[in-house]
C-alpha cells in the first residue's frame, strides 16, 4: 500500500527532476562570440550602407573579440543573416518560422532581430524594412557587444570579451518615432574646423574647379574626419546632417570625397535656414558667385547658381531647403517689408520648385524639403507665404532651447509634416554659449516632448556645435527622436544613468550620476558663459565689461560651495576610474564639471574681492586652472584632440583674467522669503523631473488650479513671486495665468515675450520668467494659494513668498 503523503512527494521529486532535466534539451542561445571566435555573416544584398555597417560591426568585434565576424556567401544555419523584407531568401525565413513583420513592413527604417533555429541550430535574423533599417540592426548587434556609440569620439575603449551570446528567445523590433533625425555642425571656428584641418585631416583637398586663391583664408573638414562623423551618426540611428558652413569652413560640397562618403554612411545633406537648395551661400558664392547676393536685382545669377548645385546632386541622399535670407545670419537682401519680404519668397518658392522638378524629380513631392521659419522668416510665414504642402515645416526654439512656435491643428494636418530646428550651442545675442555643453536634459526632454506631442515628427535637427562636449546631450536628443517612448518611461536621470552605466559600468556611474545631475542644475540657474554678466552684439558697450551679478554674498557663498561640493566629488573619482577609461572620464565629466566649477569661481570670488569680502587671487587661480585644464583636454589619447577644446571661443571678456578694480555699488541685499515652493509642491501640477532652479518644476495643465495651503501669514501684505519657465505660447497667442489667494484673485497674467525684447534677453540668461502678485492678508492661520493656467503651456519653477 502507498500513503497518499509518500505518493504525493514522490510525485513532486519527479516533476523536478523533469524540471531539472528539460533545460538539457532546449534550445541554446546565440554566440555573437564564442572562445574569441566570431560568427558567421551571410548579407546577399548591395546596400552602401549595409556594407558600411558591417565594415563597423567588423571592426568593433575585433576590438571586443579580439575577431573578426566571417562574410560567407550562403544563408547558413548558425550565421547571422542579414537582408531587408523584399529579399528572397529573408521573405523565406520569415515565412518558415511563421513571423509576423507587418508592422515593420509598413515603417521608415525599422528592423528586427530575433533568435530562429535553422535546422535546431541558433541563427540571429537581422531584417530591415529598408537599407538603412536594416544597417540600423546591424549597428544594433555592436551595442549588444558593449561597443559605445562614442567608442571613438569619447575614447570609451570597448572591453575584451571572450564570449558574447544572445538568449534563445531574444527578439526586438524597433523604428524611429522622427523620420529625419541629425545634427547641425555650427560656430565650428574654435574647435571642429582647427582640429580636423590641423590635426586630424590637414590633407583634405579642395575640388579641382575650385580657386585655392578665393578659400585661402578658410580650413577643410575633409571625407575622413566626415566618415567619423557619419560614422557616430550611424551609431546613434541618426540620419541627417547639416555640414559646417561658418566662413572659416571650406564648404561641404569644395573638398573631395565629401559628398561620396555621405553616400557611403547613407547620410541625408541638409542644410541650415539661409544656405537654400543645398548651397553655403555664406562662402560659396563669394567663391562662385557673381554680383551682389540679392534676388530681387540680380535674379538670373542666384537661378543659376542654385541650379549648377543641383545638377551635380542628382538622386543623391538630400533634404533641399527652401526659400531665401541674406548670405548668412540675415534678412533677405533688397527687402524693406514684411509685405514685400514675402512676395519676394513666395517668387523664390516658385523657382525653386521649378528647379527641383526639372533636375532631381518631376514630381517635387517625392523630395525631401523644408521650409525653416527662423528669426524674421517667422513673421514673413505668418503674413502667408505660399509653401508647398508637401515640404515640412521646421519649427526653431529661440536660440535657448525654447521652441517659439508649436503647429496648430491645420499645420498639423500638411503632408509635410511639421520639423524642429533645435539649439544646444549658440553664438549671438544676448550672450553666446559655445564652450561648454550645459543645456538642461531635462529642459530639452520638456520642450521635445511637447513638440512631438504636437506632431512635430517628421524632422529634427540639432545645433551641436563642434559635437564636443555635448556628446550626452546629442545622445538624449537622439534616442528621444528614435524612441521618445522609451525616453519617458525611463525617465531623464534613469536615461543619464543608462548612459554612464555603459561608459563607466555601475558602480562608477553611482557617483557620477548625481555630480552630473547637479552640475547640469547648477548651470541651468546661469550657464558657465554667463557668469562674467556681459552681452554680445549690443551697442552700449558697458555690455563687453565683467561686472557684478545681482546676488547678495549669502547667495554667492551657497553657491560656490556647491560647486565646490561636484567638482570635489568628481576629482576624487578619478583615481578609482580605471586606466581604459581615464580619458573618456575626463572629457565627459572631469573637465566639464571641474571647468564649469571654475568658471564660477573665477567670476564669484571676483565679485567678492570687488566688494573686500575674498582675496583675488582666488579669481585668478580659477583662471589658471581653467587654461591648465584645456590644455590636458588637448594633449589626451596621445594628442588625438589637440585643437579640439578653446576655453574662450569668440575671445571675449567673459573668458579672461578678470581686472582687479573695487566696486562702486553695494552688493544687493539677502532678502530670504518666508515660504519658497517648488512646481512640484503644487497640488494639482504635473511636475518635470530635474528641471528648473530646483529640480522640481511642473506644469500646471490648461484650466487646472493648482493650490498650496500657506499657513500662519502675519502682516497687512503678503507678496507672492512666481518664476515660471521662460517657454513661448503652445496652442494660442498668449501664455497667461492668475493667482488667487482665498477669496482675492489677480487679473489674468501674461508672461509672453516678443522678438528679442529687454525681458525675453533677461528671461533666457537667468531661465526664468517672473511675476509678482500682491495681496491683503486676510487669515492669520491659512490662505489657500490657487496658480490657475490660462493657456496651455505654463510650467511653474518655484513660487517665494514675502510678508509686508
Known amino acids: 500500500m502507498i500513503y497518499p503523503a509518500l505518493q504525493k512527494k514522490s510525485i513532486l521529486v519527479f516533476i523536478n527532476l523533469c524540471l531539472a532535466i528539460v533545460p538539457l534539451f532546449a534550445h541554446s542561445g546565440f554566440n555573437l562570440i564564442k572562445n574569441n571566435q566570431a560568427a558567421n555573416v551571410y548579407y546577399g544584398g548591395s546596400s552602401p550602407v549595409v556594407e558600411t555597417a558591417l565594415e563597423i560591426l567588423d571592426a568593433d568585434a575585433k576590438q571586443v573579440g579580439q575577431c573578426a565576424f ?156 566626415y566618415a567619423r562623423i557619419f560614422e557616430l551618426l550611424l551609431r546613434l540611428r541618426a540620419n541627417s546632417i547639416w555640414p559646417a558652413m561658418h566662413e572659416v569652413t571650406v564648404p561641404f560640397y569644395f573638398v573631395q570625397g565629401n559628398r561620396e562618403m555621405a553616400e557611403k554612411y547613407g547620410i541625408y545633406i541638409g542644410s541650415s535656414h539661409c544656405e537654400p537648395l543645398a548651397r553655403n551661400s555664406a562662402t560659396e558664392w563669394d567663391i562662385v558667385g557673381k554680383g551682389p547676393y540679392n534676388y530681387l536685382t540680380n535674379k538670373k545669377e542666384i537661378v543659376d547658381y542654385w541650379s549648377n548645385r543641383l545638377k551635380t546632386l542628382g538622386q543623391s541622399h538630400n533634404i533641399f531647403t527652401l526659400g531665401m535670407r541674406g548670405k548668412h545670419d540675415g534678412a533677405m537682401e533688397g527687402v524693406k517689408t514684411t509685405a514685400a519680404y514675402k512676395d519676394a519668397l513666395n517668387q523664390v518658392l516658385q523657382d525653386q520648385t521649378d528647379l527641383l522638378k526639372k533636375y532631381v524629380n518631376s514630381d517635387p513631392a517625392q523630395i525631401p524639403q523644408v521650409v525653416i521659419p527662423y528669426k524674421e522668416v517667422l513673421d514673413v510665414y505668418r503674413a502667408g507665404i505660399a509653401v508647398p504642402d508637401y515640404a515640412t515645416l521646421m519649427w526653431c526654439d529661440d536660440n535657448y532651447g525654447y521652441v517659439t512656435h508649436f503647429p496648430d491643428q491645420k499645420e498639423r494636418k500638411r503632408a509635410g509634416g511639421n520639423g524642429l530646428y533645435y539649439h544646444i550651442s549658440y553664438w549671438g545675442r544676448p550672450h553666446d554659449y559655445l564652450w561648454l555643453s550645459t543645456m538642461s536634459p531635462a529642459l530639452i526632454y520638456q520642450q521635445l516632448s511637447t513638440a512631438y506631442q504636437h506632431d512635430v515628427r517628421k524632422m529634427w535637427i540639432v545645433n551641436v556645435g563642434d559635437i564636443k562636449p555635448a556628446e550626452y546631450q546629442i545622445e538624449l536628443l537622439m534616442d528621444m527622436a528614435w524612441n521618445i517612448d522609451q525616453v519617458q518611461k525611463m525617465g531623464i536621470n534613469q536615461h543619464m544613468n543608462q548612459f554612464l552605466q555603459r561608459e563607466f559600468g555601475h558602480r562608477l556611474a553611482k557617483k557620477i550620476g548625481p555630480i552630473m545631475q ?48 561636484i567638482q570635489d566629488a568628481a576629482t576624487s573619482i578619478w583615481e578609482s576610474v580605471p586606466l581604459d577609461r581615464k580619458d573618456a572620464y575626463f572629457e565627459l565629466v572631469l573637465y566639464p564639471v571641474v571647468a564649469a566649477a ?60 578678470i581686472v582687479e578694480e573695487k566696486a562702486v555699488v553695494p552688493m544687493v541685499n539677502d532678502d530670504q522669503p518666508v515660504k519658497r515652493i517648488t512646481g512640484k509642491d503644487l497640488t494639482g501640477s504635473i511636475p518635470y523631473e530635474g528641471l528648473g532652479y530646483q529640480g522640481q518644476a511642473a506644469a500646471i495643465p490648461l484650466g487646472v488650479e493648482a493650490s498650496y495651503r500657506l499657513k500662519g501669514l502675519k502682516g ?23 493667482v488667487s489667494l482665498g477669496q482675492q484673485h489677480s487679473p489674468a497674467i501674461s508672461y509672453k515675450t516678443v522678438g528679442r525684447s529687454e525681458e525675453w534677453k533677461e528671461n533666457v540668461l537667468r531661465n526664468q520668467a517672473i511675476r509678482t502678485v500682491k495681496f491683503k492678508v486676510t487669515s492669520v492661520q491659512q490662505e489657500i494659494l490657487r496658480i490657475k493656467a490660462l493657456d496651455e503651456g505654463v510650467v511653474v519653477d518655484e513660487v517665494t513668498v514675502y510678508l509686508d
Open 70 to 225: 566571417k562574410r560567407i556567401d550562403s544563408a547558413d544555419a548558425g550565421a547571422i543573416i542579414i537582408g531587408e523584407l523584399n529579399d528572397p531568401i529573408i521573405s523565406k525565413l520569415i515565412k518558415d518560422h511563421h513571423l509576423s513583420l507587418a508592422d515593420i513592413n509598413a515603417k521608415w527604417e525599422a528592423f528586427y532581430l530575433k533568435v530562429i533555429q535553422m535546422e535546431k541550430i541558433p541563427t540571429l535574423l537581422v531584417v530591415g524594412s529598408d537599407a538603412r533599417g536594416t544597417a540600423y540592426g546591424v549597428m544594433e548587434i555592436s551595442r549588444k557587444l558593449g561597443v559605445s556609440p562614442w567608442s571613438w569620439w569619447a575614447d570609451v575603449v570597448p572591453r575584451k570579451q571572450s564570449t558574447v551570446s544572445l538568449a534563445a528567445d531574444f527578439e526586438d523590433r524597433q523604428s524611429p518615432k522622427v523620420q529625419f533625425r541629425g545634427i547641425f555642425l555650427n560656430d565650428e571656428d574654435w574647435g571642429l574646423t582647427p582640429w580636423s584641418s590641423q590635426t586630424y585631416e590637414p590633407e583634405a583637398t579642395l575640388d579641382a574647379e575650385i580657386d585655392p586663391a578665393k578659400t585661402k583664408k578658410m580650413a577643410t573638414i575633409g571625407p575622413k574626419t
Open 518 to 565: 547637479e552640475h547640469y542644475r547648477l548651470a541651468h540657474i546661469r550657464k558657465p558663459e554667463f557668469m562674467g554678466n556681459t552681452r554680445t552684439e549690443e551697442k552700449d558697450p558697458a555690455y563687453k565689461l565683467v561686472k557684478d551679478l545681482p546676488w547678495s554674498e549669502q547667495q554667492i557663498q551657497k553657491r560656490l560651495v556647491q560647486y565646490k561640493h
Open 716 to 738: 497687512d501684505s503678503v507678496t507672492i513671486v512666481v518664476h515660471l519657465l521662460p517657454a513661448h505660447p503652445v496652442s494660442s497667442d498668449d501664455l497667461r495665468f492668475e
Open 598 to 657: 571654475k568658471m564660477n569661481e573665477k567670476h564669484l570670488y571676483a565679485q567678492l574681492a570687488r566688494h573686500g569680502k575674498a582675496e583675488w587671487q582666488k579669481s585668478h587661480d580659477a583662471y589658471d586652472k581653467i587654461v591648465t585644464l584645456t590644455a590636458q583636454y588637448n594633449l589626451l589619447n596621445k594628442g588625438k584632440w589637440k585643437g579640439m577644446m578653446d576655453y574662450k571661443p569668440r575671445n571675449l571678456a567673459v573668458f579672461d583674467k
